[in-house]
């Protein structure tokens, strides 16, 4: 069977300023349909500054009707989608900035040490715009900040086992899973998952995050049931991305060739595994940390948020 590739060109959203155009190299995917050189239109924010990436509206949850096809078509849709969690499928900002006010309170009250300032530019927290930007904090594993953290204070004067201490205590304090109820979805999740599902595609999730918060997750929207795999930072033998380990893992247990996934998320690091993975396609959303300028390098299409998904990984001929 020759190989065959998806084309796809990102919608225009309602509520934004501005559009421009951005070419993009050709890119095949193996399986899907047609070859070419593709441009994605891309909505975005426009400012003097150059930011114009972040889409500031979502928007609102629809049920999406999908009509039936044929087989043939079927055969050249992906097989499977991989998505990352926090800034894909959960408001980063929403969720990391309450805990981020909390454990920097906590981290000065246990230290004595009035490091706070100095933790946001570490984990990359821009005070001015009160949003996150690319970087450790977004891309890294639940260890890797904390060791980030634990160095901020040996720097400050503090041992190491000190450092460990203080780090565990607060950090613990601050669980989002423990403390933090405002969890804000980008979009109707259980139904997208549930329409991949029943079009034969299907779901992982990737994430840096612990397996116990995306499994609860998961299970607050009753989406368990249409996840395929979790592959989460906390577990033994993940590595984090942009290495291709984790995507591999999961393309191997659901029995899926590289070439035949779609992987979803906000940062350069999720588009760096799925390149080092060689997936077939590498899709950006604008709804977590990442900017178009940061993105589009790696991204073989830029969409606002994981709602317009659907109408590029099903669409027909």
Known sequence: MASLSLRISAQILRKTPATFMRNHQRVLFHGFGYTGTKQARIATKSSNSGDRTHSEDVTEMRTLQVPRISREEKERRPKLVIFDKYGTLLDFHRTWTPWLANVTKRLEEVSGLNVADKMLTELGFCK???????????????????????????????????????VEKVWEHGDHSEENKDLKPLGDLTNIFQILHDNGIKVAVCTADSRQSTEQFLASLDATKYVDMLVCGDDPDAVPKPAAHNALKICEALGVAPEGVVMVGDTVADMGMGREAKLGATVAVLSGVGRVIDLEAQADLILHSIEDLLGHVLKKD
């Open 128 to 166: 001015v715009s009160g949003r996150w930007k690319p970087g450790i904090f977004a891309e890294g594993t639940t260890i890797q900040n904390m060791d980030v953290i634990k160095k901020l204070l040996e720097d400050e004067g503090l041992t190491a086992s000190e450092s460990d201490a203080i």
